[in-house]
């Protein structure tokens, strides 16, 4: 009789996702969550009945395989968000951003030309890569740090806005991202409209917990080897060893490095040079509504902040906020996020507050709350040059591994979909294996 257990470690939305598609396919699913709460980075806080996200904000249009899930656990389709981005630039001038727009004002005509001869060069008319997956390698893209597009004096104003789009889609600084990711991130958010869920972005992880076995505070010490193949998985509380026929990794990339043995060096290797820091998300209750137009705000962003932008949560999503005040988070990219990690919360919210009044003045005065959520394992992954590379290197590294798959978002560009498509990936190598005798 095959040995059809699978034992998952991690319910984040990757984890998650693959548990329910195996279970639909008759596979019997245990999940190992570390944290008391499923979800990973789709987390939300609630503070007398009004609620915000303080992970993953909102869903693209684009985004399949989440729309097919929310259908399978019963959540209403979810909602556009309709308020614009904000940000200045260096000389006062005010950007107002909405996605899919041809032409943004406060950029002006010269750089607008340009902008849209990038997006005709190298997505309408060049070559185009499947989303939330990589599948190949350019070395003239992923070799070329993002920092150096644009970089003439008279496109201050473009490179302010590479800078924006950096620190909003990756979470990070320009010098961390290639060319070759920015060109994805910019097709997914000029072409695609934004959506969210009444609930919260965590409200899909929680109804397809719901649907699963899933044992929380449950950390895994490491990956159990019998001979040459993965047999099953040690637990970090009392040292005893839970055997499956196969074992999905889909926890945050720090953790992965410290759970695999020394028989999966390559792969371990892998996960520990992955930029991942943790991420504390301060958020700010208000007693007043900001700007009903307007759900996110950047500081000037070439200017270096510990805390580049923030969102308003009551605007961005309405149901989730009923008392209309003003929800705000603040949020800190990398490299500046290193700053934080051994800070106490006092701190942080008071060097998120100084910044974020740069970007909403009046804000000290009109806080009746104030928390910090802390993501302490990781936060989003980056890709600095070479990082498509890196992954296609491990992906082929992985195929001939017996009993183990990988699920991660950094495998297809660190998306909620970039995730589920990992998902669908490791669901076809456990059904095409179909367990063992």
Sequence with gaps: MENRKVIIIGAGIGGLSAGYWLSQRGYEVEILEALDYPGGRMATIERKGDKVDVGAQFFHSNYRHAFDLMDAVGLRRSEPIKGKVKFRFEDGAVLDFESQSL?????????????????????????????YRIVEDRPEYDNIELAELFRAPSELKLRALVSAISLASNMSEPEWMSLCHFIQLLRIDMFTKYSVLAGGTASLAEG???KLVVRYESPVQQLVMEKSRVGGVQMKKDGSVKKAGH???????PSVGRMLPDELKEQRDFFESVVQAPLPMPVFFLDRPVNKNVWAYFNEPTVKRTFSFAVDGSVKCPAMVPSGKGVVSSWSCYPHTLDLIDRPDDEILKKALADTELMIPGISNWVEEARVFWHKEA???????????????????????????????????CFMEAAMVSATEAVKRVCAWGGTK
Aim: glycine residues 12%; without cysteine; aromatic residues 10%.
């Design 247 to 253: 074992v999905i990794v889909a926890a945050a990339a």
């Design 103 to 131: 032409y943004l004002r406060g950029l002006g005509l010269a750089n607008n030309v340009k902008l849209d001869w990038f997006v005709l060069k190298h997505i309408i008319f060049g070559h185009r890569s499947p989303m």
């Design 379 to 413: 936060g989003m992954g980056h890709f600095p040059t070479g990082s498509y590379r890196k992954v296609l290197d491990f992906k082929e590294k992985i195929k001939d591994l017996e009993g183990v798959s990988f699920v991660s978002d950094i495998l297809g560009g």
């Design 208 to 210: 397809l917990a719901r």
